[in-house]
């Protein structure tokens, strides 16, 4: 049995060995080096560029500028997101390169090919570019504002759209009725993926044939086809994109940029591949970035402490253009689980998207649903705080306890312990002795707080999913699937699935992604989708190449189809003594390619990870500092097919979400709209020690909306753990008087709420 198994990585032993196959690693000798020149300002009128010098440089092969992508007839980059807006989405023109004005620092203006990287940077700075400097503004809800800087003519007062769902009426009459009322300002900060392997890609293109090859660190490499086709005005035939190993994605990755249409405009011009490999600090001012939202949020209650309404207004910042699907990420995302695991009667959100002089948002992991149980979250605890009802009491009555249960936006949770996971979760943690321990901290001069929390995930990513069964003439099986693995494990699980369903050996399995030519559908990974949606697939294309497994096995042993029993492997005549049987490899080498099969699963059924998590804190209130000392979660993902990876993607997760609550953010100058945190000396990552053991205990509560009866695992640490880590710095603040403070807590931050209480 290796469903359940705890089994380690089999891709590790190569990354191990430094034997992966990351972009910067491929071999191609022969390829040309990019750079591209950026956007010093925030926002600025392009008055003029010479690139004169630079075309004279020693190994430089060409330059692009604006004027060149128009004569190539290269298509801006597209916005695809499907939102239900008020009014049609204001989609602005995203050129590969700056066409008269720039919107943001890092904005592309020119794209530099030389025979060497260090040749191409100094091309690039040899580029004369006289700007005129505009007035930028960086904050959404500034931008709002009559006197805020214009991006974009066609979106007056920089509105991108507006988007409703919920029941506004319902929520105004049970507010009109509700005993108590809690109200909260919050800023869900901006944030950058900052994965391990920064963007790059290498273009290639055949004269011959004319078609495309990009090698790219890609999450999706069929929608990146896509886009890529439309901006260069290419049947997707005439594209194949493929992502070799991935160091890290979180949702970032899963888009075009710029850069990768630009370096196959190169290689078609010049007929030899490009390599455009970015640098940390172009990774920060070029790469879309997270969150960056602010919300006004109302919890009406009656008088028991039941919940009854729920309203959230949010402006999310949109960056200077609409990305790929950034507008999801603040709209149809957070409004699947506004309201979190708790049954409220009545939901109402209204969301402004806003046009600023920053690098373009879009989904990072967990992408609108940590935003939506931050605000439900943030509530309750203060409810609790306003009634006088214990935290853990007042979440008690109010959690779903029934299933199937409907939300009030429209969402069948099938499945759940949640009353029994929050009691879990407080047991865990020892709550009962947290008094001993803040009383020993007190008698140290720290102050020391507990904040409890739970989440509810929506799982799904995009509906359906492509999967393939092959068999190899070596005795291989190769599993085709439309999702991708980017640091998952995807290597290890699919064939752990395999393996059980069919009773071979694991090692037999092998698995075949992202890449256009040998996978011929998929939505790649994004949305804790891959288990679930991919999984179910795979399952589907088992079935139907046994399907014709049985029918060749019956023709071999000349028995009816339904005398025919599989188990490990073989078809054995069910009552035959003597056992008689083929194997399913040999069944494979017999018929070569017999038993191939592929489907489009249409499963498009959503699960719904959740949990309840508790963190303890000690501040220093002479420094600000904040010491995260426990941290405990108890979740339910469904069956687990491996435990370890999933601990593993969860403690992933959980680094992430903490990350983001005590220690990152994008933070721009107000007044010149510059980043100010553009590298890993001002952008603070959680290291090793930031973090406590992070104690994950998984219950398994399968859902039956998927044959595996899986819960996607990969976003739910980031969408518990920003608002448990507040609700405990909260909670040892409090008795200084202080109920608010924004993410991240930093010492500076808190130390000024400190002495500002005093």
């Known amino acids: 049995m290796q469903r359940g198994l705890s089994r380690r990585r089999v891709e590790d032993d190569r990354f191990l060995r430094g034997q992966g196959h990351f972009v910067e690693d491929l071999d191609a000798r022969d390829a ?35 004027a060149e992508l128009r004569a190539e007839g290269l298509h801006p980059l597209p916005c695809v997101a499907k939102v239900a807006t008020l009014a049609p989405l204001i989609i602005p023109p995203r050129p590969a390169l700056a066409e008269h004005r ?28 006289d700007y005129e400097t505009l007035a930028a503004v960086t904050d959404g809800a500034a931008a709002l504002l009559p006197a805020a800087p214009l991006l974009w003519e066609d979106a007056p007062g920089n509105l991108a759209f507006r988007f409703q769902k919920g029941d506004a009426a319902a929520v105004d009459a049970a507010f ?19 994965a391990l392997e920064p963007r790059a890609a290498i273009a290639r293109f055949d004269a011959v044939t004319q078609t495309f090859l990009l090698q790219v660190t890609g999450q999706g490499v069929h929608a990146m086809r896509d886009q890529l086709a439309t901006v260069l005005g290419v049947a997707p035939a005439r594209i194949r994109v493929v992502a070799p190993d991935v160091g890290g994605g979180f949702g970032a990755k899963n888009f075009i940029f710029p850069d990768y249409a630009l370096a196959m405009l190169a290689a078609r011009r010049l007929g030899r591949p490009v390599r455009w490999v970015s640098d940390r600090t172009e990774d920060f001012v070029s790469t879309v970035h997270g969150r960056d939202n602010r919300t006004t949020a109302r919890l009406a209650l009656d008088a028991d402490g039941r919940f009854l309404a729920l309203r959230a207004d949010t402006v999310a910042n949109m960056g200077a253009y609409l990305s790929a699907s950034g507008p999801g990420s603040s709209t149809n995302s957070p ?8 049954d409220i009667p009545a939901v109402f959100m209204d969301v402004r998207g806003a046009f600023t002089n920053t690098v373009p948002i879009d989904a990072y992991r967990g992408a609108g649903k940590p935003e939506a149980n931050y605000i439900i979250e943030r509530l309750v605890d203060l409810a609790a705080r306003r009634t006088g009802i214990d935290a853990t009491e007042l979440r008690r009555r109010n959690l779903i306890a029934t299933f199937p249960h409907r939300t009030a936006m429209g969402m069948n949770i099938d499945c759940g312990e949640f009353r029994a996971n929050l009691d879990r979760a407080a047991d865990a943690a020892d709550i009962a002795g947290f008094a001993q321990r803040r009383a020993a901290s007190e008698a140290r001069g720290m102050l020391r707080g507990l904040g409890i929390a739970c989440f509810l995930e929506t799982s799904r990513g995009a509906p359906g999913e492509w999967a393939a069964v092959r068999f ?34 694991i090692e037999v399995f092998r698995l075949v992604q992202a890449d256009t030519r040998d996978v011929a559908r998929g939505h790649g990974h994004g949305g804790a989708r891959s288990l679930h949606m991919g999984g179910e697939a795979m399952v589907r294309a088992i079935d139907a190449m046994l399907g014709k497994a049985r029918a060749l096995a019956a023709q071999l042993l000349q028995a009816p189809e339904a005398s025919l029993r599989f188990a490990e492997g073989r078809f054995c005549l069910a009552d035959d003594p003597a056992g008689r049987g083929v194997g399913l490899l040999d069944l494979a080498r017999e018929a070569p390619g017999a038993l191939d099969a592929e489907v489009d699963s249409d499963l498009d059924l959503v699960t719904f990870p959740n949990g309840c998590q508790v963190a303890e804190v000690e501040v220093d209130p002479e420094t600000g500092q904040v010491h995260l000392l426990r941290y405990t979660a108890v979740d339910d993902y469904g069956r687990l ?21 005590m220690l990152e953010e994008i933070v721009h100058d107000p007044e010149s709209g510059q980043i100010l945190t553009a590298s890993l000396m001002d952008y603070c990552l959680p290291r090793a020690t930031d973090l406590p053991p992070l104690d994950i205990t998984c219950i398994e509560v399968p859902t039956a909306s998927n044959r595996l009866g899986v819960k996607g695992s990969g976003q739910a640490g980031c969408i518990g753990a920003p608002q448990t880590v507040m609700h405990a710095v909260l909670d040892a603040l409090a008795p200084l008087g202080i109920d608010g403070i924004d993410m991240p807590v930093t010492p500076m931050k808190v130390w000024k709420a400190i002495h500002a209480a005093r």
Request: glycine letters at 10%; proline letters at 4%.
């Open 102 to 129: 720039v919107r943001h620092v890092g904005d592309p203006v020119a794209f530099v090919v030389a025979d060497t990287a260090a040749q191409a940077r100094d091309a690039s700075e040899a580029i004369v570019v």
């Open 641 to 661: 097919l491996n435990p370890m990876l999933t601990i593993g993607q969860v403690q992933g997760g959980l680094a992430q979400g903490i990350g983001q609550a």
């Open 472 to 505: 190899a003439a070596d005795g291989t099986v190769a599993l085709a699937v439309g999702t991708q693995s980017n640091g998952q494990g995807h290597e290890t699980s699919f064939p752990q699935v395999a393996a059980d369903l069919l009773g071979l050996p």
């Open 176 to 194: 009109a009725q509700a005993d108590t009322i809690v109200a909260i300002d919050l800023v869900n900060n901006r944030v950058t993926a900052a």
């Open 32 to 66: 040309l080096h990019a750079a591209v020149l950026r956007s010093p300002h925030a926002h600025a009128r392009i008055v003029a560029i010479d690139v004169t010098a630079a075309r004279s440089m020693p190994g430089v092969r060409d330059v692009l500028t604006a």
């Open 335 to 342: 409004g699947t689980s506004m309201g979190g695991l708790y």
